[in-house]
Each structure stands twice: as structure tokens, then as C-alpha cells.
């Protein structure tokens, strides 16, 4: 039996961490990966929270996965309930980022009061992407409120978010949920990685989460391409979506 990879946190550990994280080879520019926790049984939360399922190397792989980012992508749904603010970079990455963190864009499809006095709050570290039905006095009380706000383009999602993220210059584009959304990347494309924490424990009587939600059912083909797990126990991996965009792997 091939048992994965045992990684701490010392520094060659963390730098066999770093590499494992690396895309795949030969996929799109910009590339989109989901970044994702679930347990053992496959709950994505406890308490309508994710942060409840992490462990210290989960830590280390989102924020590693951050750092590498040039783009973070998340639904409003996840940032309300996450309580998100701007990104920051993790001081235990912080060498391998010169930077500033990245944007993080919080998609919307209605722009509602409660997303606006998050996001009016949080500055500029937070931005707002409103898809194309978005009604214009929505997006002019936003806009009064000082966030940016940008309109996806109308069409399939493996193509408007890829221009939306090459709008920014990004080459590594990070998502981190939730599960509506995802479902919806995943069923259009526009999702090339899968990161997943499994954290080492099985969730009894808890939320009732997925970590991804469609309505119709969709099949959606994945290779694992890193796999790892720590002292403190959890599976790390990295899924590859096969087809050659993202696209012909969906059936």
C-alpha cells in the first residue's frame, strides 16, 4: 500500500508544501482553482461555518494558497457567514510573497443591503463582482458607498471569469466557496483544480452541507495530482478537472 507523504511545518517540510501546491502543468492562463474543506463524511460545515473543520496544516494550505494568488474569488453567501475581510499574507509565507495580497472579488447576484455594508466597510481589499442581472440602482448604492463594483459579461462562466481574472493580470486565481458556486464553476468550466483539506473527523448530527450544490445532477471527472498528510492527522490533496479546458471532462 502507498501511503501519502507525511509534511510538518519545519522548512523543508514547508517547502515540499509550496511545491505540491504548484498547478499542473499545461492549464489555462489564467487558472482557477477551488480551495475547499471538508470531514471524513464530507460535511463542509459546522455551525454554517468552515472554519470550524480546519487543523494547523489546513491553515498552512489556504494560506499558502493565498499567497501564491494573484485573484481570490468567493460567493456573498460564504463572505457574510465567514465574516471576510481584505486578505492578508500569512507571516510563515511572507518570504515568498513580496507583494500585496491579493483582491478578493465577492460574487452577487443581488447586491443586497447586508453585502453592501460588508463590503463599504472592508475597503478596497474587497470588491464586488455583480453578474449581469444585477438591476442598476443596486449597483449605484453600491458604488455610492465607495466599493468597486465590476459586471460579469454575459456567456458561459469558463469564459467571462477567465476575462474577468486576466482584467487583473492574474495568472493563479484562488476560490473558496461556497458550494452554490461552485457547483455552478464546476458545471460551467471554470474551475481547473480542486485543493481539499479532509479533515480526521467524522461530523455526527451536523450540518447539513455539501461541497458543491446543483440542481440538476453533473458528473464531473478529476485526477488527484498531490496528496499529503501531517502528525496531527488529515488527508491535503490536489485534484486535477480533466479535459483539456476544464470543459470536456464534464459529462
Not at 458545471?187 to 458543491?212: F, H, K, Q, T, Y
Amino acid at each position: 500500500m502507498t501511503r501519502p507523504t507525511v509534511l510538518d511545518d519545519d522548512p523543508a517540510a514547508l517547502e515540499a508544501l509550496w511545491a505540491a501546491l504548484d498547478p499542473e502543468p499545461g492549464l489555462p492562463v489564467p487558472c482557477i482553482r477551488a480551495v475547499m474543506i471538508s470531514s471524513v463524511d464530507g460535511t463542509t460545515t459546522v455551525d454554517g461555518r468552515s472554519g470550524g473543520l480546519g487543523t494547523p496544516t489546513d491553515r498552512l494550505v489556504y494560506d499558502a494558497m493565498r499567497a501564491r494568488s494573484d485573484l481570490v474569488l468567493v460567493g456573498s453567501g460564504t463572505v457574510l457567514a465567514e465574516g471576510y475581510g481584505p486578505a492578508r499574507t500569512a507571516a510563515v509565507w511572507a518570504d515568498r510573497r513580496p507583494g500585496p495580497p491579493p483582491v478578493v472579488l465577492v460574487f452577487t447576484r443581488t447586491l443586497g443591503d447586508d453585502l453592501i455594508d460588508h463590503c463599504a466597510s472592508a475597503g478596497d481589499g474587497l470588491q464586488v463582482v455583480a453578474t449581469h442581472g444585477v438591476t442598476g440602482d443596486r449597483l449605484t448604492a453600491a458604488r455610492a458607498r465607495g466599493i468597486t463594483v465590476h459586471v460579469l459579461d454575459p456567456g458561459p462562466l469558463r469564459n467571462t471569469v477567465r476575462s474577468l481574472a486576466t482584467h487583473f493580470g492574474a495568472s493563479e486565481v484562488t476560490f473558496e466557496g461556497g458550494p452554490r458556486l461552485l457547483g455552478t464553476f464546476l458545471r460551467e468550466g471554470a474551475v481547473d483544480e480542486l485543493i481539499l483539506s479532509m479533515s480526521p473527523e467524522i461530523i455526527l448530527g451536523g450540518d447539513d452541507s455539501r461541497l458543491a450544490e446543483a440542481t440538476a445532477t453533473t458528473r464531473v471527472p478529476l485526477r488527484v495530482a498531490a496528496a499529503f498528510t501531517c502528525p496531527r492527522g488529515g488527508l491535503y490533496t490536489r485534484w486535477v478537472v480533466t479535459g483539456t479546458d476544464g470543459r470536456e471532462g464534464v459529462r
